[in-house]
């Protein structure tokens, strides 16, 4: 489940990291109540589901509570690129003398999560990631024993953070000391602007926020945790209670894993279903484990150990998968049928791949629910089928999931290799929508 900025930052604040005071607002007047409580110049900010907000508008600054009241309503009529946005978040604007990047994913290969900084944070993070992947530092953190000082003296370092913390009187050892001191040769990828911000952050208080951005990832079940921008303030912002300082989670974003929120009921009461899509929301209420890609190639799998494999062999193929959808085990017919109508509800897949391992799940009622559902569509759609569909039947009931599924005149493979050849050449003959291939 993914949640709000400012759900994230609740959570963050309460794991002892700073963030920018700030209230959420329905309307453009609270908007304003808000803002003349804060004083001073505040930021409106779009609470949508949904990356790059700054780009597309959804951050806006104020320096009266009346234009704070004209962009949150302009925000809460108008959406945000075709996402419906029902809360603006009014905080107060800091003064911003670098943006970083700190972030924590789960690694579900690895069984643990990856630690994530660098010096390039703000909006064009991805881009970064994309053209300059050596400049994010990615650390794995063991689940036994958590963040250690290696860690955090390693993300210090890469962020060009200084040391003044903990340096002793004297002159310290050329590792010990701040980065702006030691010879050329030896500083860190993302050294800082020239000059040091009025007040100068240590090793001490990035090690802070650290930790407690671990223990609230640990504490929430989170598969992913960033603050992007972690903002160096230019004279230490102010954050409620908590006093000033001189780093500030300006913006924070959380993933919490939908298995665990059983475990989380305060989190769970907390989902927005007007920012989930139609799709999702079906997902959801289905039980099914659905997450929208970019990709030409349904997938649909039961397991997601599986699922995972099944894009990894698409792609090797030549292929992207236009989505994650895991069926879970034991699913009967009807189960399939409307995992199946998700998939075809996408107007961007051109060919399905069906890879179903029948243990628990029987492959014959798979097979029946893949026939349901393609006659249901072409029913609707008037057409022979919708999309080619490719599908592997491996274990309980095989033979008879075969038979049914050739019987429909429907093509299957003999192994996963076999199978993903033949989708995303099924899909690589299908023109895009609105023209081309």
Known sequence: MRLHEYQSKALLAAHGIPV??????????EAAA??????????????ALMGGRGKAGGIVLADTPEEAEAHAARLLAEGLAGAPVHRVLVERAADIYAELYLGLVLDRRARRMVLMACPDGGIDIEEVARRHPERILRLPVDPA???RGYHLARVAD???LSRRGDVPRGDP?????????RPEDERPVGDPPVGDPPVAPTDDALAAIARGLYACARANDATLAEINPL??????SPVGATGRSPLLALDAKMVIDDSALYRHPDLAAGRDPQSESDVEREAR??????????GRVGCMVNGAGLAMATMDVLKLHGGEPAN???????????RVAQALRLILSDPAVAAILINIFGGITRCDEVARGVVSALRREARLLEEATPVPVVIRLVGTNEDEGRRILEEAGLATAATLAEGARLAVAAASERPLAGGGR
């Open 34 to 47: 808000v803002a003349r409580r804060l004083g001073g110049r505040v930021a409106v900010k779009a609470q």
């Open 324 to 334: 994650f959808l895991d069926v879970g085990g034991g699913a009967r017919e009807e």
């Open 173 to 181: 050892p050329v590792g010990e000391r701040p980065v702006d001191e």
């Open 285 to 294: 209420l289905a039980g099914l484990s659905y997450v929208k890609l970019d």
């Open 158 to 160: 890469h962020l060009g």
């Open 231 to 236: 903002v160096v303030t230019a004279e230490g």
């Open 20 to 29: 920018p005071d700030g209230e959420v607002a329905a309307t453009g007047a």
């Open 145 to 147: 024993i958590g963040l």
